[in-house]
């Protein structure tokens, strides 16, 4: 039994491979009770601040579905609601400090690391990570319990993560807490994405350092075919590099002419088809974090396939925030 009270969600990195087991453990136990109609009310009378910076359909609604099937109660903060917001009339560190003052966690989904990182300096209740651009914890830990469901022990598993070609040019958020996540547990993970596209290689080497200790393995390839070789998972995701998303793309531009002429030249290599999930071992599943855009990141004809696992994982968002915010907003965590 771990002791995660008052503690934040901020990196994969702040949690020791134990502490990750039993969060997934508590998520998976949380999940069995809830199919048996249980309601465990371990948020009663709890308030969680949801902060969010960018649209979420899963991170949020399964955030206010969780905190509610725990008896709690979800605020949704957005731009509009905050003076820090549109308005732009108060101090950052204010506002964060007089939500600590109502609220018992937040659930923070910011467009800058910095925000995201003096949110959880100047609260002194657990702030989530609800997406940052360096990191997307919560959607590594609901693949991690997704995989868990799937294949039991991940110390013998090997996962490919694959970049997907989509026009949107999300950050690498969850790539770098998926390298976390292999380095901590233990497994075999290959990242496969184009040159111009790599992950934060200081998160990339923290990782290697991680797995050093576990017995893992993270490399980085420029090809699926090399990538889902004996792969358990292929799992699917569009990212830009740290350097090119610092630019703006996301929130003010697509890029240049000659980023967005080198990005158009990589859609038809970089789309997961049943010919390259025909590479990887028999019973290989794919994940994909979602939202996804269909036939450009992966063919219909995978995601509509039995391979498919992505609405497991989305489900597993819900179960294993539940643990997340149970274990560190609340007093005690009985089953
Ligand atoms: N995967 C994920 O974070 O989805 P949303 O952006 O819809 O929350």
Redesign the pocket.
């Known amino acids: 039994m771990q002791n995660l009270k008052g503690r934040d969600c901020i990196s994969i990195d702040g949690f020791s491979a134990e502490e990750i087991e039993f969060i997934v453990d508590v998520g998976r136990q949380l999940k069995r009770e809830l199919k048996m109609g249980r309601y465990n009310p371990l948020l009663l009378g709890k308030s969680l601040a949801a902060i969010f910076e960018t649209p979420?359909?899963?991170?949020?609604i399964s955030f206010e579905a969780g905190v509610q099937q725990m008896g709690g109660h979800m605020l949704w903060l957005d731009s509009h609601r905050l003076w820090v917001g549109e308005a732009q009339e108060e101090d950052w560190h204010d506002t964060i400090k007089t939500i600590a003052r109502y609220c018992d966690g937040i659930a923070y989904r910011s467009i800058g690391q910095a925000r995201q990182l003096s949110a959880a300096e100047f609260a002194d209740i657990p702030v989530i990570n609800a997406?940052s651009p360096v990191e997307?914890p919560c959607?590594a830990f609901a693949d991690a319990e997704t995989m868990m469901e799937k294949k039991g022990d991940l110390r013998k598993a090997k996962v490919a993560f694959c970049w997907g070609y989509r026009t949107a040019n999300p950050p690498a958020g969850l790539t770098n807490s998926t390298m976390l996540m292999a380095g901590k547990l233990g497994f075999e993970l290959v990242i496969a994405c184009p040159e111009g596209f790599d992950p934060d290689m200081d998160v990339y080497r923290r990782a290697q350092e991680c797995a050093s200790l576990s017995g893992g393995k993270i490399s980085l390839v420029r090809s699926y075919e090399e990538a889902v070789h004996d792969a358990d998972f292929i799992n699917v995701y569009s990212w830009v590099s740290p350097e090119m998303f610092a630019k703006g793309l996301e929130t003010h531009f697509q890029g240049d002419a000659t980023f967005q002429a080198r990005k158009a030249a990589l859609k038809e290599e970089w789309r997961l088809s049943a010919r390259v999930v025909g590479l990887a071992r028999k019973d290989c599943m794919v994940m994909h974090?979602?939202?996804i855009s269909r036939n450009t990141e992966v063919t219909d004809e995978v995601l509509n396939s039995p391979a498919s696992i992505i609405f497991d994982q989305a489900e597993n968002r819900l179960h294993v925030q539940k643990a997340i915010m149970a274990l560190t907003m609340s007093a005690t965590v009985n089953f």
């Open positions: 979420s359909t899963r991170t949020s997406s997307h959607q974090c979602m939202p």
